[in-house]
């Protein structure tokens, strides 16, 4: 059964590589009919034309009736004497020579050059110079510098923002005769409220202040979550918030030095 069915597909086979064997002998029976040598048959040359030699002729009277030699130049021709023995023209260069003049050398003038250079270049005005200054609008200054506080101010940032204080900081003004930078303390509150740490990252250049603001933070006390000790029981990390406390110190003139009095 199995030989049966496999006799059909074997018969496209067979007829596919008798066709590619005829192509094939094709093929080569063209290439030894192309390449097959041939013998060449030689042409036959056409007879050249007749020449014969003229006997007994005058060159002197051919040269009156034949226009290329009465043209063209040659010994037979009527300028061969003039031009073939014309005597060629010598020339001898003279034997000359010029004496030395060496060049005179104006020693008052040495230097010159250099010292019209050197006044010349500071007494011209530079090309910077003659251009016109530009137009700078003016500013209006007072509105552009914003109102000093009355009073120190402080701001809250990052996840403890939406955390209010329970009780309000008291902010001091500090005596100082420069305006104070801020004060900058990273916080980390726990869901009860409480700060379990404070730490500053930047400072106003006042030490007092600076340490101020550390006392303040670390005495601080923000609204709890809701179920922050049940959060915070379960998971340790859960409840913690970060952020910063941005305190803007408020100054005032220092106080008067008071002189003492000299001794008796």
Known sequence: MNAALAQPESLPRRRWLVWVVVVFA???????????EQDIAPRTPNSPPPTSLAVNYDFELAELFDPTLFALPNRHGFS????????RAEYAAPDWDEPLRWLPLPTEKLGSTF???VV??????LPV????EPQIPALDIAATILPMPARSLLRIEGGIAGRSL???LALPSWPNSDILMHSVVR???????????????????LPEADQKALDLVRTAQFEP???????????PLAGLSWGKMIFQWHTVAPAPATESSPPP
Do not use: Y
């Open 26 to 36: 094709a093929q080569l029976g063209f290439i030894v009919w192309l390449g097959a």
């Open 80 to 87: 061969g004497l003039a031009w073939a023995l014309t005597p």
């Open 115 to 117: 010292r019209h250079l």
């Open 120 to 125: 010349d270049d500071l007494t011209s005005p």
């Open 129 to 132: 110079a003659e251009k016109p």
């Open 166 to 168: 329970l009780v309000p």
């Open 187 to 205: 916080v980390i509150v726990d869901a009860r409220g409480h700060v379990v740490s404070a730490m500053r990252l930047e400072g106003c250049g």
């Open 225 to 235: 979550m809701k179920d922050g000790e049940n959060t915070q029981l379960a998971h």
